[in-house]
């Protein structure tokens, strides 16, 4: 058994800013670059196709929204725009009441990672390094930026549990989000909704789910005689 916690909104807390957009465009004409018109309508288009569940880096999606306008974002331009958008989504760590007694007991008891949808490079590892967390309790930290798959999507559920030494079927994933952190259970793994299960009750939930495969086995050996002994 392995435990993956998701990061934002689950262990941290970090408002973005009010308009991505925005704030990209501020952070790039800041490093001298042309920014269009229709910014706005620009950054919300589509301009790179991606396969179902992929994750886009959103510098390539800004370095396409400025082509699209006829703006060269290749050569020095492309490291302006990486460094305008991590400028624009740094914002303010609050670290979740619960979160650090959270992962402590989970490291206490299996191999603990981060698994975070985020689009913006480094972005996850910065959040960390500003948390109260302590980063040695954390085995694995995996961002979709960097595996290139996004949650429900198996493939990013496997690059956790491939990094924690666990099949995804052996993965416990923490999250606040139904729809992506509970996406596991159709890939076999168990999730653990914050909806449901408060941080602060994650310790006596990670017991229960270990012990669970025990109590079979047991329950097997009175009824049937264990296969295994």
């Given amino acids: 058994m392995a435990v993956s916690f998701d990061l934002f909104g689950t262990l941290v ?17 800041e490093r001298g670059v042309a920014v269009p018109d229709d910014w706005t309508a620009a950054y919300a288009e589509p301009h790179v196709d991606a396969p179902e569940g992929a994750e886009l880096a959103l510098p390539e999606h ?25 400028a624009a989504f740094v914002r303010p760590i609050e670290t979740r009441s619960g979160a650090v007694a959270a992962v402590d007991a989970a490291a206490e008891r299996v191999p603990v990672g981060v698994l975070s949808n985020c689009s913006v490079p480094g972005l996850v590892e910065r959040a960390l ?16 930026v960097d595996c ?14 491939d990094e924690l030494g666990v ?59 264990s296969p295994c002994r």
């Fill in 167 to 225: 099949g995804v079927e052996a993965l416990t994933h923490i999250g606040d989000d139904a729809r992506t952190d509970g996406g596991i259970e159709r890939h076999g793994g168990t999730p653990i909704l914050l909806d449901d299960v408060p941080l602060a009750a994650v310790p006596e939930r990670l017991d229960a789910e270990s012990e669970r495969p025990t109590a079979e086995v047991e329950r097997l050996d009175a009824e049937e005689g």
């Fill in 62 to 86: 800004v370095g396409a929204a400025l082509a699209s306008r006829g703006v060269d974002a290749a050569g020095a331009e492309a490291d302006a725009v990486r460094e305008a958008v991590a």
């Fill in 129 to 144: 390094d500003r948390s109260a967390l302590d980063p040695t309790a954390l085995d694995a930290v995996v961002a979709s």
């Fill in 13 to 29: 807390a970090a408002d973005p800013p009010e308009s991505p957009a925005r704030a990209v465009a501020r952070e790039l004409a």
């Fill in 148 to 161: 290139g798959w996004r949650k429900p999507d198996r493939r990013a559920f496997e690059a956790i549990a």
